[in-house]
């Protein structure tokens, strides 16, 4: 961008410019693949930000901006994570070579970009604190340029992450829910879904099966047990994945009496 100001303009009235245009933003994918490397030593700010009540996970989807860190002392290549003017990570070390060169490759100055994020986890359980997640729509080695288009989330839009299920007519419950990071990777082909309780837990949980079909897998969301009854008795639903779309999968829990 500065190139060609200079170009047209020179190099004073193109700084002048370039301090007017707002930061290019990377092609949304819907698919966050990058997680933000370092974001522990930032729970108490992502926290503000993140604002999740008690026993609640936090989803906030928002902007990052994306700021090289040519002078950073532990890694030349560094490549900070701001969101709401707050460093709260970095992108993965293994990442950040690829993606400073992909500024050459599109015929960029290297700078700052923007991208979308999300802000993920951090339940607050039991006086237990789990980590948060910043999630970046952009990859390691992006295959289009950043461009002028406008942020998806120039806000904070914070939404609620447990599942709101609607009765269809022919008597399943249908809901749409995030998947975690990693899953799409891991997840078992037949997308192969069960549900599993002790009597400590307040909810029934239902878990997709990863791959190697180890352990309980992947909870997807939990129902408290009360109304868990209340929609299907005493026996367990049908559970499947319907059909997924980027990292968002729509589920169907059918009844055993709409089944037969």
Known sequence: MFGIFKRLFGTKQA???CAEVPELHWPPT??????AAGTSYHDEAISQLAGNAPGKAALVFCTARLVPEDT???DPNAVAVFIQGEKLGYLPRSCAPAFREAFARFGLPLGPTTCDAVIANGLLVDRKQYSYAIELDVAAEPESAPT???PSYPGMSRQDPNPVFHRQEDGRFVTTVRLGHGILDDMHKHRRMGSWTTENWSTINYYLDNRKGIGLGYKLFGIPKEMHRGMFGEAEPD???EFIEGRMATVSLK???ATQ
């Open 148 to 150: 002028l288009s406008s």
């Open 15 to 17: 700084s002048a410019l």
């Open 255 to 257: 009844p055993v009496e």
């Open 239 to 241: 559970a499947q994945v």
């Open 72 to 74: 950073n002392p532990h």
């Open 30 to 35: 819907g698919l966050f693949p990058l997680l």
